[in-house]
Protein backbone atom coordinates (compact mmCIF):
# COMPACT_ATOMS: atom_id res chain seq x y z
CA UNK A 1 0.00 0.00 0.00
CA UNK A 2 1.25 3.66 -0.77
CA UNK A 3 2.89 5.37 1.92
CA UNK A 4 -0.09 7.77 3.61
CA UNK A 5 0.68 11.21 4.65
CA UNK A 6 0.58 12.14 8.28
CA UNK A 7 -2.33 13.40 9.72
CA UNK A 8 -2.45 16.77 11.76
CA UNK A 9 -4.25 17.73 14.84
CA UNK A 10 -6.44 21.27 14.08
CA UNK A 11 -5.45 22.82 17.31
CA UNK A 12 -8.91 25.04 18.80
CA UNK A 13 -8.58 28.00 21.43
CA UNK A 14 -10.11 27.93 24.18
CA UNK A 15 -13.15 30.24 24.54
CA UNK A 16 -12.65 32.64 27.69
CA UNK A 17 -15.99 33.88 29.04
CA UNK A 18 -16.10 37.32 31.13
CA UNK A 19 -16.04 36.88 35.14
CA UNK A 20 -18.79 39.02 35.83
CA UNK A 21 -21.30 39.43 32.91
CA UNK A 22 -24.70 41.34 33.11
CA UNK A 23 -27.29 40.61 35.31
CA UNK A 24 -29.58 37.60 33.75
CA UNK A 25 -32.80 35.56 34.25
CA UNK A 26 -32.01 32.19 34.77
CA UNK A 27 -34.28 29.46 32.96
CA UNK A 28 -37.13 27.25 34.63
CA UNK A 29 -35.30 23.76 35.07
CA UNK A 30 -37.85 21.20 34.08
CA UNK A 31 -36.50 17.95 33.71
CA UNK A 32 -32.88 18.51 32.95
CA UNK A 33 -34.48 20.38 29.53
CA UNK A 34 -33.07 23.81 30.59
CA UNK A 35 -30.43 25.44 32.38
CA UNK A 36 -29.87 28.10 35.24
CA UNK A 37 -27.26 30.24 34.64
CA UNK A 38 -25.45 32.71 37.66
CA UNK A 39 -22.69 34.53 37.60
CA UNK A 40 -21.66 34.81 41.43
CA UNK A 41 -19.48 37.90 42.98
CA UNK A 42 -16.07 36.61 43.14
CA UNK A 43 -15.87 37.70 47.12
CA UNK A 44 -18.69 35.71 48.00
CA UNK A 45 -20.03 32.97 45.68
CA UNK A 46 -17.56 32.94 42.98
CA UNK A 47 -15.15 30.29 44.47
CA UNK A 48 -18.51 28.55 45.37
CA UNK A 49 -20.22 28.26 42.60
CA UNK A 50 -20.28 23.94 42.16
CA UNK A 51 -21.72 24.22 46.06
CA UNK A 52 -24.42 26.53 45.25
CA UNK A 53 -25.67 24.55 42.23
CA UNK A 54 -25.10 21.23 44.43
CA UNK A 55 -28.43 19.69 44.13
CA UNK A 56 -28.29 18.96 40.56
CA UNK A 57 -24.37 18.12 41.18
CA UNK A 58 -22.42 14.84 41.60
CA UNK A 59 -21.05 15.94 44.58
CA UNK A 60 -24.23 16.78 46.81
CA UNK A 61 -25.54 13.31 45.06
CA UNK A 62 -23.12 11.45 46.97
CA UNK A 63 -24.08 13.20 50.34
CA UNK A 64 -27.87 13.89 49.71
CA UNK A 65 -28.87 10.39 48.02
CA UNK A 66 -25.85 8.28 48.89
CA UNK A 67 -23.17 6.41 47.40
CA UNK A 68 -24.74 4.65 44.77
CA UNK A 69 -24.49 6.95 41.91
CA UNK A 70 -20.54 7.13 42.43
CA UNK A 71 -19.00 4.60 41.03
CA UNK A 72 -18.51 1.06 41.85
CA UNK A 73 -14.77 0.73 41.49
CA UNK A 74 -13.43 -2.67 41.77
CA UNK A 75 -16.62 -4.76 41.05
CA UNK A 76 -15.48 -5.34 36.99
CA UNK A 77 -13.13 -8.33 35.97
CA UNK A 78 -9.92 -6.51 37.25
CA UNK A 79 -8.10 -7.20 34.16
CA UNK A 80 -7.03 -3.58 33.90
CA UNK A 81 -5.11 -3.56 37.54
CA UNK A 82 -3.59 -7.21 36.20
CA UNK A 83 -2.07 -5.14 32.49
CA UNK A 84 -0.82 -1.71 34.45
CA UNK A 85 0.79 -2.87 37.16
CA UNK A 86 -0.38 -3.75 41.16
CA UNK A 87 -3.66 -2.53 42.69
CA UNK A 88 -2.60 0.02 45.16
CA UNK A 89 -5.33 1.55 47.95
CA UNK A 90 -6.35 5.88 47.45
CA UNK A 91 -5.74 7.55 50.19
CA UNK A 92 -8.49 8.82 52.18
CA UNK A 93 -10.17 11.27 52.00
CA UNK A 94 -11.79 13.03 55.25
CA UNK A 95 -12.64 16.59 54.50
CA UNK A 96 -15.96 17.12 54.45
CA UNK A 97 -18.27 18.75 52.31
CA UNK A 98 -18.84 22.39 52.35
CA UNK A 99 -22.54 24.03 52.48
CA UNK A 100 -21.77 27.83 52.61
CA UNK A 101 -24.83 29.36 54.51
CA UNK A 102 -25.35 33.19 53.90
CA UNK A 103 -26.90 35.40 56.22
CA UNK A 104 -29.74 37.18 54.62
CA UNK A 105 -31.93 39.14 56.98
CA UNK A 106 -35.68 38.18 57.15
CA UNK A 107 -37.09 40.62 59.63
CA UNK A 108 -39.02 43.69 58.55
CA UNK A 109 -40.10 42.90 55.40
CA UNK A 110 -43.44 41.07 54.47
CA UNK A 111 -43.42 37.19 55.36
CA UNK A 112 -46.01 34.36 55.22
CA UNK A 113 -45.85 31.49 58.19
CA UNK A 114 -44.93 31.77 61.61
CA UNK A 115 -42.19 33.53 62.64
CA UNK A 116 -40.69 30.20 64.32
CA UNK A 117 -40.56 27.88 61.49
CA UNK A 118 -37.99 25.80 61.18
CA UNK A 119 -37.63 26.67 57.58
CA UNK A 120 -37.41 30.26 56.30
CA UNK A 121 -37.15 30.69 52.37
CA UNK A 122 -36.27 34.16 51.61
CA UNK A 123 -36.82 34.94 47.61
CA UNK A 124 -35.28 37.93 45.86
CA UNK A 125 -37.41 38.43 42.72
CA UNK A 126 -38.63 40.76 40.45
CA UNK A 127 -42.29 41.21 39.56
CA UNK A 128 -41.81 41.65 35.39
CA UNK A 129 -39.57 38.47 35.45
CA UNK A 130 -41.27 35.45 33.34
CA UNK A 131 -39.37 32.89 34.97
CA UNK A 132 -40.70 34.51 38.86
CA UNK A 133 -43.99 34.68 37.48
CA UNK A 134 -43.86 30.80 36.11
CA UNK A 135 -42.33 30.04 39.95
CA UNK A 136 -44.70 31.31 41.43
CA UNK A 137 -47.73 29.74 39.35
CA UNK A 138 -46.34 26.14 39.64
CA UNK A 139 -44.08 25.88 42.58
CA UNK A 140 -44.95 28.39 44.73
CA UNK A 141 -48.42 27.92 46.54
CA UNK A 142 -47.23 23.55 46.31
CA UNK A 143 -44.24 24.54 48.10
CA UNK A 144 -46.06 25.90 50.97
CA UNK A 145 -48.92 23.64 51.05
CA UNK A 146 -46.58 20.52 51.20
CA UNK A 147 -45.27 22.02 54.71
CA UNK A 148 -48.10 23.39 56.48
CA UNK A 149 -46.46 25.29 59.40
CA UNK A 150 -43.07 24.67 58.08
CA UNK A 151 -41.74 27.50 56.35
CA UNK A 152 -41.64 31.70 56.70
CA UNK A 153 -41.68 32.79 53.37
CA UNK A 154 -39.59 36.03 52.82
CA UNK A 155 -40.01 38.26 49.89
CA UNK A 156 -37.48 40.79 49.27
CA UNK A 157 -37.04 43.08 45.83
CA UNK A 158 -34.49 42.86 42.86
CA UNK A 159 -36.22 44.49 40.43
CA UNK A 160 -33.74 44.40 37.28
CA UNK A 161 -34.43 47.61 35.54
CA UNK A 162 -32.41 47.57 32.66
CA UNK A 163 -34.33 44.74 31.00
CA UNK A 164 -37.46 45.13 32.93
CA UNK A 165 -39.01 49.07 33.20
CA UNK A 166 -42.05 48.26 34.72
CA UNK A 167 -40.42 45.97 37.79
CA UNK A 168 -39.61 49.07 40.03
CA UNK A 169 -42.77 50.26 39.94
CA UNK A 170 -44.23 47.29 40.65
CA UNK A 171 -42.41 46.52 43.96
CA UNK A 172 -43.15 50.25 44.64
CA UNK A 173 -46.89 49.45 44.86
CA UNK A 174 -47.04 46.20 46.07
CA UNK A 175 -45.55 48.15 49.02
CA UNK A 176 -48.15 50.80 48.84
CA UNK A 177 -51.21 48.16 49.14
CA UNK A 178 -48.94 46.67 51.87
CA UNK A 179 -49.75 49.51 54.24
CA UNK A 180 -53.45 48.61 53.85
CA UNK A 181 -52.56 45.17 54.56
CA UNK A 182 -53.11 43.88 51.10
CA UNK A 183 -49.05 43.55 50.11
CA UNK A 184 -49.94 39.62 49.24
CA UNK A 185 -52.84 39.86 47.52
CA UNK A 186 -51.42 42.55 45.54
CA UNK A 187 -48.69 40.36 45.09
CA UNK A 188 -50.22 37.70 43.85
CA UNK A 189 -52.27 39.48 41.08
CA UNK A 190 -48.70 41.07 40.03
CA UNK A 191 -47.51 37.48 39.39
CA UNK A 192 -50.12 36.38 38.22
CA UNK A 193 -50.59 38.45 35.09
CA UNK A 194 -48.37 40.31 32.47
CA UNK A 195 -49.65 43.19 32.45
CA UNK A 196 -48.06 46.11 34.77
CA UNK A 197 -47.87 49.77 35.14
CA UNK A 198 -49.95 52.58 36.32
CA UNK A 199 -53.54 51.40 35.11
CA UNK A 200 -52.75 47.75 36.00
CA UNK A 201 -52.16 49.27 39.55
CA UNK A 202 -55.21 51.00 40.11
CA UNK A 203 -56.82 48.80 39.04
CA UNK A 204 -55.38 45.81 41.40
CA UNK A 205 -56.15 48.60 44.01
CA UNK A 206 -59.77 48.88 42.96
CA UNK A 207 -60.09 45.21 42.85
CA UNK A 208 -58.88 45.00 46.69
CA UNK A 209 -60.86 47.52 47.92
CA UNK A 210 -58.16 49.94 49.00
CA UNK A 211 -58.49 53.69 49.78
CA UNK A 212 -57.35 54.73 46.57
CA UNK A 213 -56.56 58.33 47.27
CA UNK A 214 -54.16 57.03 49.70
CA UNK A 215 -52.74 54.39 47.01
CA UNK A 216 -52.65 56.35 44.39
CA UNK A 217 -50.43 59.39 46.54
CA UNK A 218 -48.19 56.32 47.70
CA UNK A 219 -47.29 55.43 44.21
CA UNK A 220 -47.21 58.62 43.08
CA UNK A 221 -44.42 60.03 45.48
CA UNK A 222 -42.27 56.91 45.07
CA UNK A 223 -42.71 56.37 49.09
CA UNK A 224 -40.88 53.31 48.87
CA UNK A 225 -38.36 53.68 46.09
CA UNK A 226 -35.61 53.86 48.42
CA UNK A 227 -36.24 50.54 50.58
CA UNK A 228 -36.52 48.56 47.57
CA UNK A 229 -33.48 50.17 45.89
CA UNK A 230 -31.67 49.42 49.56
CA UNK A 231 -32.70 45.92 49.06
CA UNK A 232 -31.63 45.22 45.49
CA UNK A 233 -27.80 46.53 46.72
CA UNK A 234 -27.95 44.44 49.42
CA UNK A 235 -28.33 41.09 46.87
CA UNK A 236 -26.13 42.87 44.29
CA UNK A 237 -23.32 43.09 47.54
CA UNK A 238 -24.25 39.57 48.36
CA UNK A 239 -23.37 38.67 44.87
CA UNK A 240 -26.94 37.72 43.31
CA UNK A 241 -27.01 37.53 39.71
CA UNK A 242 -30.17 36.50 38.87
CA UNK A 243 -34.04 36.32 40.11
CA UNK A 244 -35.40 34.20 41.39
CA UNK A 245 -32.73 33.52 43.58
CA UNK A 246 -33.76 31.92 46.86
CA UNK A 247 -32.16 31.32 50.26
CA UNK A 248 -33.72 28.50 52.75
CA UNK A 249 -32.00 28.96 56.01
CA UNK A 250 -29.23 30.69 54.25
CA UNK A 251 -28.36 27.72 51.57
CA UNK A 252 -28.90 29.53 48.05
CA UNK A 253 -30.87 27.86 45.20
CA UNK A 254 -30.67 29.86 42.30
CA UNK A 255 -33.18 29.82 39.24
CA UNK A 256 -36.93 28.57 38.97
CA UNK A 257 -36.07 25.41 40.28
CA UNK A 258 -38.86 22.81 40.14
CA UNK A 259 -40.70 21.52 43.49
CA UNK A 260 -38.63 18.58 44.13
CA UNK A 261 -35.61 20.19 44.31
CA UNK A 262 -36.78 22.75 47.43
CA UNK A 263 -37.77 19.51 48.68
CA UNK A 264 -35.14 17.69 48.35
CA UNK A 265 -33.05 20.73 50.46
CA UNK A 266 -35.79 20.82 52.84
CA UNK A 267 -36.26 17.38 54.15
CA UNK A 268 -32.34 17.11 54.39
CA UNK A 269 -32.58 20.52 56.49
CA UNK A 270 -35.52 19.41 58.67
CA UNK A 271 -33.44 16.03 59.62
CA UNK A 272 -30.50 17.67 60.32
CA UNK A 273 -28.57 16.50 57.48
CA UNK A 274 -26.85 19.49 56.31
CA UNK A 275 -24.16 21.13 58.12
CA UNK A 276 -25.05 23.88 59.95
CA UNK A 277 -21.53 26.10 59.38
Same mark, same amino acid.
Given at each position: ? +??????????????????? +?????????????????? @???? =?????????????????????????????????????????????????????????????????????????????????? =??????????????????????? +???????????????????????????????????????????? =? =??????????????????????????? @? @?????????????????????????????????????????????????????? +???
Amino acid at each position: M +PDMPPRTKKTIAPVIEPLE +PEIIEPSFIDNGEEEDTI @TFKR =SHFYSVLSILTFFAGILVGYVVWGTDLLPQFGSGSGTAGQANGPVVEAPVVTEEPQYPRYDVPSEGFYALGPDDAPITIIEF =SDYQCPFCRRWHDEVYEQLLAEY +PGKIKFVYRNLPLTSIHPDAQSAAEAAMCAGEQNAYWQFHDKLL =S =SEILGTGAYTQYAQDLNLDMLAFDACV @T @TQKYKDAIQADSDFALNLGVRSTPTFFINGLAIVGAQPLDVFKQVIDKELAGEI +PTN
